[in-house]
């Protein structure tokens, strides 16, 4: 009984202090990256003011966001609406009202949700990066600034290069930038009983701008996520060939011990290692495999349209590399479960 | 033959599920996401953030802390109690168990004035101190010491044991169930803590998760309810563990 209760357990364990180890890790790389601006909140002749870029546009709203010093369970920076009353909306900026001290949000790696935890950017470094820009489909793909240098083109998306882009890489600071020629629709709608007719105006998709040099991080940071995903399967198999499969396993705990160990400090050298880029991360849960697929499957689909080889090598390089890695991590399993073998037989 | 006794099995079975369904309802309820299967609460308890693993952990840490410390000084304690004669022994057993079942709300105030002297106020050690000498451990010991034959200990000491040889040797692994519930009630007593970290405590942060979880906000129960399952697995793996030492103090207490 006891035997059974430590089996089971001590996969529990070993599970809890895995989470434990990767969870600092993950709520680093789900923080949304923010460039803000102070306004301190004294009175002058001239009301402060932000660009207008700082405005997030959230299905029908536009909406100011600022960061705040949360408390108890929400300790640390976090995102919050700037009350409407607090500022007024012009011509291309944003007026805050007088006497207002806040710590507005200009941009963000992505999209702000009240409530996220952030990290603010203080330093920027500039250099050359290449975009692909997307647009909806049956766009036409025109329309970038002149600052951004034509590679290649497909139908709806185009391959340019900006030699003053700043890393890390905010989407929304060029989004504006990028208009899509398709015209919004407007749908009329009549109410059947009063006869009122509503108009409601329906904005196309925007575009996306994906920065190759951030996609190109995420695919060289694969190989090591991939290592710790091995790193877990070989923590579960150790205890399955110590708990279920060998009973030679279990009469060394010790060393089962050990290797638990072992797998659980090459799991924390190995997460400080991984920075994945943030504009490339899914908006809920950094382990949406689905995300990464798809936005992978997307970018690779448009450049092999475009007829680029930009990040070819980078794609090969991940599945080389995860291939490998997942070898050495089942030739391990096997060699322990050869090795128990080889005890068995010898007693 | 057995008469069968249908009334006292239904019965049996209903009590049973009015102690098994609420768990029943916390597993299933941290999986279901607006209706649907989901893992979501447990990915943001268990990865998402940080917070909810590091009190848990800190939680350990303190009831180890608490349970290894009242088991060490509650076997000491007991092994004079029950074996060695003294001015005032029972006096003192008596006063223990007035003490046992004192309330703790009686004596929160006086530990915070000896804590405050002390220095541990505002500190970890504020919950461990005070945890660690509780009367409860000596009590249960010295039952379970004196359950074990004076002849063996005699028979030790003439074959040359010391007196804490004696104590190790002999004593206590007949004493193991006493020793089992020690650990365990103690344990449990440092996990469930609730008012002495508020009183002796001052910022958030420093809450073990028994008190962090009850501010959880509210948006987000199926993240509170994913918190409560990890929250039983300490104590699930301890009863289980003792579950024969605990048997078998019952079992010596029915006999008795």
């Known amino acids: 009984m006891k035997r059974k209760v430590l089996c089971v357990f001590s996969l529990v364990l070993f599970l809890i202090t895995f989470c434990t180890i990767l969870s600092p890790w993950v709520s680093r790389e789900m923080q949304t990256l923010v460039e803000i601006k102070k306004i301190t909140g004294k009175v002058t002749m ?104 034509w590679i290649a083109d497909s139908e709806n998306a185009v391959l340019v290069s900006f030699h003053k882009a700043r890393f890390p ?48 991080q995420l695919l060289e940071s694969l190989p090591l996520v991939a290592v710790v995903a091995m790193l877990l399967l070989m923590g579960i198999f150790l205890w399955a060939q110590g708990c279920i499969l060998s009973r030679k396993g279990w009469k060394k705990p010790l060393r089962n011990a050990m290797l638990g160990a072992a797998i659980l400090g090459a799991l924390s050298v190995t997460v400080e290692r991984i920075d994945l880029p943030a504009s490339m991360l899914p908006p809920k849960s950094l382990l949406d495999i689905s995300h990464y697929a798809g936005e992978l499957s997307a970018i690779r689909s448009q450049l092999s349209a475009m007829g680029s080889t930009i990040l070819d090598d980078a794609f ?32 | 033959m057995r008469k069968r006794r249908p009334f006292v099995a239904i019965l049996a079975v209903f009590l049973t599920a009015l102690c098994v369904v609420p ?40 009831s180890t802390i608490i349970a290894v410390g009242q088991t060490v000084i ?16 029972n006096a003192l057993l008596f006063t223990l168990m007035v003490l046992m079942i004192l309330p703790i709300q009686v004596t929160l105030m006086p530990n915070f004035m000896v804590l405050e002297e002390l220095g541990f106020l505002y500190t970890d050690a504020s919950l461990i ?19 074990v034959p004076v002849s063996q200990v005699e028979a030790a000491r003439l074959d040359g044991c010391g ?42 942060r420093d809450y073990p998760i028994s008190v962090a979880l009850a501010t959880l906000p509210p948006e987000d129960p199926t993240v509170l309810l994913a918190c409560c399952v990890l929250v039983c ?21 029915g006999e008795k």
């Open chain 1, 316 to 347: 090969s390089y991940a599945v080389r590399s995860s291939a490998v890695v997942a070898g050495i991590g089942i030739a391990a399993m096997v060699a322990l479960l050869l090795l128990d073998r080889l005890w068995k037989t010898k007693d």
């Open chain 1, 169 to 216: 890489y905010f989407e929304h600071r060029y989004l504006s930038t990028v208009e899509s020629l398709v015209p919004p629709e407007t749908l009329v709608t009549i109410d059947t009983e009063t006869g009122e007719q509503t108009e409601t105006v329906i904005e196309p998709p925007s575009a996306r701008i994906i920065s190759m040099t951030e996609t190109r």
């Open chain 2, 129 to 147: 101190v005070p945890g660690i000498f509780v009367p409860l451990g000596a009590v249960i010991m010295t039952q379970s010491i004196r359950a």
């Open chain 2, 163 to 204: 007196t804490l040889q004696a104590l190790f040797k002999v004593i206590l692994p007949g004493a193991r169930s006493g020793l089992a519930c020690t650990f365990l009630l103690s344990f449990l007593d440092g996990w469930n803590l609730v008012e002495q970290p508020i009183t002796y405590l001052r910022q958030f």
């Open chain 2, 74 to 89: 509650a076997t000491l304690a007991a092994y004079g109690f029950a074996r060695f004669r003294f001015p005032g022994r």
């Open chain 1, 46 to 149: 001239r009301n402060p003011n932000v660009a207008g870029s700082a405005i997030h546009f959230q299905e029908t709203d536009d909406i100011l966001f600022q960061i705040v010093e949360g408390e108890g369970w929400q300790a640390g920076q976090r995102v919050q609406e700037v009350s409407r009353w607090s500022y007024q909306k012009e011509m291309g900026h944003v007026s805050i009202n007088a006497g207002t001290k806040l710590d507005v949000i200009l941009s963000a790696s992505r999209q702000p949700v009240p409530g996220d935890a952030v990290a603010v950017v203080e330093e920027f470094t500039e250099g050359e990066d290449t975009f692909l820009i997307l647009w909806p489909e049956g766009s036409l793909r025109n329309t970038y600034p002149n600052s951004f240098t």
């Open chain 2, 23 to 62: 768990f029943l309802y916390l597993l299933v309820s941290s999986l279901m996401k607006d209706g649907t299967f989901s893992a979501y609460a447990y990915y943001q308890a268990f990865l998402g953030q940080t917070v909810y693993l590091l009190r848990f952990w800190k939680s350990v840490g303190i």
């Open chain 2, 233 to 253: 697995v300490p104590v699930l793996f301890l009863f289980a563990f003792f579950n024969r030492e605990l048997g078998e103090g019952v079992s010596m207490g």
